[in-house]
DNA sequence: TTTTGAGTTGTTCGA
DNA sequence: GTCGAACAACTCAAA
């Protein structure tokens, strides 16, 4: 009589309600983490996300060996994984925590239906939201489309539940069961090795995430209101990551938010659980729009004309548009796997209307490098930033990347540290330096198309370009407006 | 059923 | 330099 337990993207062991059912059953508990990169539908993980897996795991196999039961490793198939595990321990139950994403979600009801029938203990339990998308639900009984409604329905809703806490012990099954080895999988980058600026910034695995949450609420919550928006220096939660790979859940984010004692007046708080709050949204509208990460919210922008050619694309991949805050945020990004959520939204706005590319390949870009790569963050804030997504910004709402950088970073900390060519520049021009007298540059030591690039756009040429796009879109695409 | 109020994050222009 | 309006309707969600 053993249980299995399925790890996907749940790499924790505190609040982690299928392990504590299993362990309460009080039989033996054989831990699994599946690596199903083929199940139809699947998307196979980001580089940056590889790097953080391999670490996540580590951390995660040591606390299970030290509770008594070591951790499987699997890869292929999850229906296949786990019927040859079934067969190999005799195993009676399979447990898991939800999976939202439309993959996972078909995976794991074949595999309900398929383990049941044969008679088989199938549970699954609360995954990685406080509240089941399916849930929330409007007055008329559909799904959200726009924040604030949505936000209101969360906070009358009751809970979510407390968080339960990891088992003292696991008993494992009685003969020993392979593992394949974590190395073998290759997630870890070789040549190049880009992770080490990664290594520099971040602790994966559980433990490194109660310290985030700590640290968060310890030195950062206060002020956080006015201070989030500003990119230079550690501001934010930095708990993206953590809960992306669900070594964290927002149950205990939003308990240790209602301790007593912390530090953050009741608006700091509030702006924090808001953020939570739109991660939520984000998966409430994948759960009811399965192909948000594909198509258009807003199925009128499918007549919009993007025609964002691969040069530009690629100088923005590389940091190297020439307007200072975009590459700040694209060399951050690449450094470090995660960039500061007001830069994210200057570098999109930059990509979809400046350069007039598709959000998908920004959203594929941001897929692939960020270490808190989220299906349906990643996907609903690309459709809001480009106008097609739910509630999204308004068409004509077009970022001035030089605005956005004199008012968000007043200093250039930001630019200086990401940009290093620039760091000499003086306040006045590290946002334009193109403005800059010859003199300033000069000393700065800055040849503008040698040492930084020149603009690869002009922002008031580009921006009616892309207000002239969204007209003709809107033509074609009969009387609907876009 | 119809009506009503409202909607994360901005920019530019002209008074 | 500061301030308010315009930007453009549309559709959501609830009364």
């Known amino acids: 009589m053993t249980t299995l337990v399925l790890f996907r993207h749940d790499l924790r062991i505190a609040d982690n309600r299928a392990l504590a059912a299993a362990a309460a059953r009080g039989a033996p508990v054989l831990p699994v983490f599946v690596l199903d990169e083929v199940s139809p539908g699947t998307r196979r993980l980001g580089g940056a996300r590889r790097w953080w897996v391999h670490h996540s795991l580590t951390a995660l196999a040591q606390d299970l060996a030290r509770l008594g039961s070591p951790l499987v490793l699997r890869r292929g198939a999850m229906a296949a994984v786990v019927d040859g595990l079934v067969a190999e321990t005799g195993a009676d139950a399979v447990f898991w925590n ?54 209101k329905a969360f906070c009358a809703e009751s809970g979510p539940r407390d968080p339960v806490d990891a088992p003292v012990a696991l008993f494992p099954p009685e ?20 992770a080490r600026g990664l290594a520099a910034r971040w602790t994966p695995g559980e433990a490194g995430a109660r310290k985030a949450l700590e640290s968060f609420i310890e030195d950062r919550l206060a002020g956080y209101a006015d201070s989030r928006d500003v990119p230079g220096g550690e501001t934010t939660s930095r708990l993206s990551p953590h809960l992306a790979h669900g070594e964290i859940t927002p149950r205990q984010i939003l308990a240790a938010l209602d301790r007593r004692e912390i530090a953050g007046s009741p608006a700091d708080r509030e702006k924090f659980r808001r953020e939570l709050g739109w991660r939520e949204f984000s998966w409430h509208l994948l759960f009811h729009n399965p192909d948000l990460g594909s198509q258009n919210f807003n199925r009128a922008f499918d007549a919009f004309p993007w025609t964002g050619d691969s040069p530009h694309v690629a100088a923005w991949r590389r940091g190297r548009t020439g307007y200072p805050i975009v590459d700040a945020g694209m060399r951050e990004l690449w450094r470090t796997g995660w960039m500061h959520n ?26 692939d490098t960020l270490v808190d790569a989220d299906l349906a963050s990643n996907a609903a804030s690309w459709q809001w930033v480009a106008g097609s997504g739910a509630d999204a910004a308004p068409y004509f709402r077009i970022f001035n990347p030089v605005l956005q950088g004199e008012k968000f970073d007043p200093d250039g900390a930001y630019v200086r540290h990401h940009v290093p060519e620039l760091a000499k520049m003086p306040p006045r021009f590290i946002h334009r330096p193109w403005e800059a007298p010859a003199d300033v540059l000069f000393r700065a030591g800055v040849k503008l198309g040698e040492t930084y690039p020149v603009p690869v756009v002009d922002h008031e040429q580009a921006r009616r370009r892309a207000l002239a796009a969204f007209e003709t879109a809107r033509g074609q695409h009969d009387d609907r407006s876009v």
Do not use: C, I, N
């Open 98 to 151: 939800r999976r939202y994403d439309p993959a996972g979600r078909a995976v794991d009801a074949g595999l309900k239906e398929s383990l049941r029938r044969r008679g088989l203990v199938a549970e699954s339990s609360e995954g990685q939201l406080a509240h089941e998308p399916s849930r929330l639900r409007t007055a008329g009984g559909g799904p959200f489309r726009v924040f604030t409604p949505f936000w």
């Open 175 to 194: 003969s020993r069961v392979a593992s394949e080895a974590l190395s073998d999988w290759a997630l870890l980058p070789v040549k190049p090795d880009w």
């Open 342 to 367: 007001r830069v994210r939204m200057v570098v999109a706005s930059f990509l979809t209307k400046h350069l007039l590319a598709d959000w998908r390949q920004g959203e594929a870009w941001f897929w």
